[in-house]
C-alpha cells in the first residue's frame, strides 16, 4: 500500500514558476513508476509527465509541457518532484501525483495504470 500526500501549488503569474512534491510511504518506493497528471475544469485529466523506478528507466512528457516541466525523483526521501517554468494560463489545474507497480511504456501516459493517487494540488496561473 502507498499513500501519496501532493504539495507545492498555488497561485503564479504567467512565466513564473513552481515546484510540485508528492510524499510517499511504503517500503517499495523505489520500484514505482511515478507519475504527474492534471485535470482543468470540465475537462478530463490528462498526462503530464511520466519516471521510472529505480535507477535505469528515463523520463517522459506530454508535448504541452515539454522543455518546460521537469520530473524528478528522491527515492531516499520517497518523493517524487515537478519543476514547472514557464507557466501559462493553459497550465491552471488540479495536478495529482500517481504511483504504479510496474512500467507499462506508453500505458503510463493513461490514468488507468496507476494504482495510487495524491489527493491533488491546485495550480492557478494568471495571465
Known amino acids: 500500500q502507498v499513500q501519496l500526500v501532493d504539495s507545492g501549488g498555488g497561485l503564479v503569474q504567467a512565466g513564473g514558476s513552481l515546484r510540485l512534491s508528492c510524499a510517499a510511504s511504503g517500503r517499495t518506493f523505489g520500484s514505482y513508476t511515478l507519475g504527474w497528471f492534471r485535470q482543468a475544469p470540465g475537462k478530463e485529466r490528462e498526462f503530464v509527465a511520466t519516471?521510472?523506478?529505480?535507477?535505469?528507466?528515463?523520463?517522459y512528457y506530454a508535448d504541452s509541457v515539454k522543455g518546460r516541466f521537469t520530473i524528478s525523483r528522491d527515492n531516499a526521501k520517497k518523493s517524487v518532484y515537478l519543476q514547472m517554468s514557464s507557466l501559462t494560463p493553459e497550465d491552471t489545474a488540479v495536478y495529482y501525483c500517481?504511483?504504479?507497480?510496474?512500467?507499462?511504456?506508453?500505458?503510463?501516459?493513461?490514468?488507468?495504470?496507476?494504482?495510487?493517487w495524491g489527493q491533488g494540488t491546485q495550480v492557478t496561473v494568471s495571465s
Open positions: 519516471i521510472g523506478g529505480g535507477d535505469g528507466f528515463g523520463t
Open positions: 500517481a504511483a504504479a507497480r510496474a512500467w507499462g511504456g506508453y500505458e503510463t501516459h493513461k490514468a488507468s495504470w496507476y494504482d495510487y
